[in-house]
């Protein structure tokens, strides 16, 4: 595995090579030595006692002097490429062609240019070298190493092939900018576990979850403690925004500030503006049970969105996913809150990707997301549960969307997500499987012989594990509730079997009865004549008319 790390051009030739040849922060650095240079005779301060870095930096920069006020304020090119752990040591030999690879990719030193760019590459560890090169050539004009980056990780790609070092796959600069390591340490240094980049960034992401209009955006995010500065056009349209920390400041006491898209790619203002447009606005809903309900009913439908659309449709109902999962910490009891942030936070790179969403196909979950913004948390478990229990199952297909667009990083990011998703989902749903559990075995032996019949009738090859399972009670109280609402409870069971396939769920009488609630609300149509007089043929776990299995993600 082959990384390549590019720093902003620097300024002090000498202060780069000062850190290279010394002892590192924790005297890391070993054998600080030249591997190769632009033509093999440049003075090694590490090998030859009597060369010097003074002369080595007046070597790198004899063209800069040349060049005088027309070469760059950042003449200094820097780049480290490193290989995994894992990998076997490669030879000096080995990393100095890897680094003339590199540079003529990038085009600072194209290979057989007599005026490429001055360069050297430094080894003081096994596993990594760097390369520093003085960003003018021997005509005196700068060199063309525009989308430098993209270029170095392409050509390590096949240097990872051809090498036989392990090959990873790469991200398609769809992920957030990670925190610096002055951030990080600052936020060591103040006692807080995450930085001001991630904090704001978790702060917008709420904030556009909840927000109809951009200047509700702004009240949101203003109403958290943090700074908001928008910036305008000469026409008065907004043309932008940044975000800060109260209290957070420079050295000048002056707030840091983070744009939109330093936060995030969808956190610009133009990624936002344009989901808040397809937004109509969100009318108020009359109960908590009502709008919780209509969110896990519409999130429930995800799977089939995903399995059927268009990819810019399937993206649209990803990136609102997203926004599902960032709403739920803010109304979630506090013991659920940090498993359910880490979700949001690890789904975070799954709601994106270079495939362009057409938002307005997504406006069903979105106005469902928003409206449970707009109504006290929920008293009742089992309206989270329902929701927890739709979206673990959502980011599933999530998952297998990516997969099979070989999105590799948002595949990785979703199964990450579902990890804490159904831990919370454990937590949520105890209590409220112990109240079921409870009602059903408090029922008439005569109710119980009626959902037993419901069962073997609908599901003949699971009933037996079913009936014997200990949480078997709970979904008899399930299916009793769906008996007395109207519903047959056979023909919910078998719609309940037909969403998903069961072989891999660990307690099938918990799943079908977080299912069938789900199945059973009252916002639903209700069983018409026609339906219920539908036979279901004995061995059929499919009900009539049930769309195809076959395509979509496996269950929980």
């Not at 005509?139 to 989308?147: F, I, M, Q, S, T």
């Not at 949101?220 to 700074?227: K, R, S, V």
């Not at 996913?321 to 979630?332: K, Q, R, T």
């Not at 309940?496 to 079908?512: C, I, K, M, P, Y």
Request: aromatic share 4%; glycine share 6%.
């Amino acid at each position: 595995m082959m990384i390549a790390k590019i720093g902003k051009p620097g300024r002090k030739t000498r202060g780069v090579l000062n850190y290279l040849f010394g002892p590192g922060r924790a005297n890391e650095h070993a054998d600080p030595h030249l591997v190769a240079s632009w033509d093999g005779f440049a003075p090694d301060p590490g090998r030859d006692p009597d060369a010097t870095l003074a002369q080595l930096a007046t070597a790198l920069d004899l063209r800069v002097k040349q060049a005088g006020h027309k070469a760059p304020k950042g003449h200094v090119w820097h780049c480290s490429i490193r290989a995994a752990p894992e990998d076997r040591h490669l030879t000096d030999d080995e990393w100095a062609t890897i680094a003339r690879r590199v540079l003529n990719a990038t085009g600072v030193a194209p290979a057989g240019d007599p005026d490429a760019c001055r360069w050297v590459a430094v080894r003081h560890a096994d596993d990594h070298i760097h390369i520093v090169a003085t960003k003018v050539r021997g005509d005196l004009r700068p060199p063309r190493n525009w989308n430098d980056f993209v270029r170095a990780d392409k050509e390590l790609v096949a240097i990872e092939k051809e090498y036989g070092l392990r090959q990873i796959p790469r991200g398609d600069r769809a992920a957030a900018k990670r925190p610096t390591r002055a951030e990080q340490e600052k936020a060591r240094r103040t006692g807080t576990a995450r930085t001001s980049r991630e904090r704001l960034r978790t702060i917008v992401r709420t904030a556009v979850s909840a927000a109809t209009t951009i200047e509700e955006l702004f009240r949101i995010i203003e109403g958290t403690g943090a700074l908001v500065d928008v910036q305008y056009f000469p026409s008065g349209d907004i043309r932008g925004y940044k975000v800060a920390l109260a209290g957070d400041t420079n050295a000048q006491g002056e707030p840091v500030w983070f744009s939109g898209s330093t936060l995030a790619p969808d956190l610009s203002y133009p990624k936002i503006a344009e989901r808040l447009t397809t937004t109509a606005t969100t009318p108020a809903e009359p109960t908590e049970a009502t709008t919780w309900r209509r969110l896990a009913i519409a999130v429930d439908k995800m799977p089939d969105h995903l399995a059927q659309s268009e990819d810019e449709n399937g993206q649209a109902y990803i990136a609102v996913l997203l926004e599902a999962l960032d709403a739920l910490p803010v109304l979630a009891p506090a013991d659920l809150r940090p498993q359910l942030l880490q979700a949001a936070t690890a789904f975070e790179h799954a709601g994106r990707s270079r495939i362009a969403a057409h938002h307005q196909q997504a406006q069903a979950i979105r106005q469902a997301v928003k409206a449970i913004l707009r109504q006290p948390a929920p008293k009742d478990g089992t309206l989270l549960v329902l929701a927890l229990d739709a979206l673990v199952l959502a980011v599933i297909a999530a998952q297998h969307w990516h997969r099979t667009r070989s999105h590799h990083q948002q595949a990785e990011a979703a199964q990450q997500a579902v990890v804490h998703l159904r831990a919370a989902h454990r937590t949520a749903a105890a209590e409220s499987l112990t109240t079921l559990r409870h009602r059903g075995e408090l029922l008439p032996q005569w109710q119980l012989n009626r959902q037993v019949a419901a069962v073997r009738h609908a599901l003949p090859d699971l009933a037996e594990r079913i009936l014997a399972e200990p949480d078997w009670p709970a979904l008899a109280a399930t299916l009793n509730e769906a008996t007395a609402a109207g519903h047959s409870p056979a023909r919910l069971l078998a719609q309940a079997a037909g969403q998903r396939e069961l072989d891999t769920a660990h307690n099938l009488s918990e799943v079908l009865a977080w299912r069938l609630n789900r199945l059973r609300d009252p916002m639903t149509e209700r069983p018409s004549a026609r339906i219920a007089a539908t036979p279901i043929h004995p061995g059929s776990t499919t009900p009539p008319h049930a769309p195809p299995t076959a395509s979509r993600p496996r269950s929980r």
